[in-house]
């Protein structure tokens, strides 16, 4: 089935940073997401999932552990399962990623990070 961003379902993660699901398997997803100009995922990782996001639009800065790597349109990134991690809008426009997981991340399988 063709999936695109007025027919995949769709969740609102924070105010203003959207996902929508293009593949929603128990082994693998991929979600469109969209971060607005400042805005950021929290710091998290994943016991079972492993991720690559991939630039569509804007920059992004991905922190993976305690390194912080900047991306621009059409460069990804792998995170292995285990690695904190943290996707940041710094850019002047909106960011635009696919986020491919493998299995599908669980509620039960995203572990926060508190910071101070």
Excluded at 55 to 61: N, P, Q, V, Y
Excluded at 96 to 102: R, V
Aim: a neutral charge.
């Amino acid at each position: 089935m063709l999936k695109n961003k007025s027919t995949a379902p769709s969740t609102e993660w924070t105010p203003n940073h959207f996902a929508w699901s293009l593949v929603d398997g128990d082994e693998l997803s991929v979600k469109l997401e969209e971060i607005p100009e400042g805005g950021e995922s929290e710091l998290h990782f994943h016991e079972k999932s492993r991720q690559f996001f991939f630039i569509l639009e804007g920059k992004a800065d991905v922190k993976v552990e305690e390194r912080c790597y900047q991306l621009k349109k059409h460069d990804g990134i792998e995170v292995l399962p285990g690695k904190k991690h943290q996707i940041s809008n710094r850019g002047t426009q909106k960011l635009l990623f696919l986020l491919i997981s493998s299995p599908k991340v669980q509620e039960n399988d995203i572990l926060r990070i508190k910071t101070v």
